[in-house]
């Protein structure tokens, strides 16, 4: 409507006045059909995408084996891209990493017992006792990998 009034030659401020808007979106407006001969946005902008065709092999390697890290899966596909982007690709078709259940040793009947029996053996001790005691909090450090939790994505 605005591109026909402006084709008749109907000025821009009263074809402002008439559909209530700014006279420089008139102006914007009219320069862009101009320009272009269309009044649609452009589509595609922005970087392009690096891994538009190779999704599916991402998503196809995780999904047989849920236990392997983005690291890996990069290194397999021979990808030139960033774990972040291969992490992004599996997070936009609903994988989440998330920490794998463990199961925790029981405490045998035998150990508890000893256990029981120790803490017994300490409980009535007198206060100069423990002030002879050094309490060590042992703390492991691993150097070069872990052996805690492990993750999957699911």
Known sequence: MIIKDCKRGVSQRKIAQKYEVSKSAVQKLYKKFL???TVADRSARGRTRSTNWRDNGIIRMMKNDLRTTVRNLRKLLILSISDGTVRRRLQETDLQSRFAAQNKPL???KNRRKRLDFA???LYKDF??????IFMDESKFNIFHSDG???VWR
Do not use: L
């Open 35 to 37: 320009n272009t001969e």
């Open 107 to 109: 405490i045998s009947e």
């Open 120 to 122: 017994r053996k300490y």
């Open 128 to 133: 100069d006792f423990w002030k002879e005691t």
């Open 149 to 151: 939790k492990i993750t």
